[in-house]
Nanobody
Framework: QVQFVESGGGLVPAGGSLRLSCAASGSTRSINAIGWYRQAPGKQRELVATITSGGSTNYADSVKGRFTISRDNAKNTVYLQMNSLKPEDTAVYYC????????????WGQGTQVTVSS
């Protein structure tokens, strides 16, 4: 089993930046890819970025060019650098290990709230 703890959220004005951290613990050697997800009020959770153990990355179109995902395997930590934030980026952000397009391998953590003011 793997546990995730997300941190780094906060309140920022539009155009601002935040860096989120996802610390993984437990059987982390079993993890290949890690994804950052977000869920806005009244909306379904969506996948915004993924990174594999080899460093390959993918991004949702809505964040491409603004967000950067990275990982430090020695620290079992994945980061999400978010620049040029928009009010529509407001959501609770989570990390997990993707299983296909819609499922995840482990239980969700508590997430970290990101609020972008206009």
């Amino acid at each position: 089993q793997v546990q995730f703890v997300e941190s780094g959220g906060g309140l920022v004005p539009a155009g601002g930046s935040l860096r989120l951290s996802c610390a993984a613990s437990g059987s982390t050697r079993s993890i290949n890819a890690i994804g950052w997800y977000r869920q806005a009020p009244g909306k379904q959770r969506e996948l915004v970025a993924t990174i594999t153990s080899g460093g390959s990355t993918n991004y949702a179109d809505s964040v491409k060019g603004r967000f950067t995902i990275s990982r430090d395997n020695a620290k079992n930590t994945v980061y999400l650098q978010m620049n040029s934030l928009k009010p529509e980026d407001t959501a609770v952000y989570y990390c997990n290990a993707p299983l296909g397009n819609t499922l995840v391998l482990y239980q969700w953590g508590q997430g970290t709230q990101v609020t972008v003011s206009s």
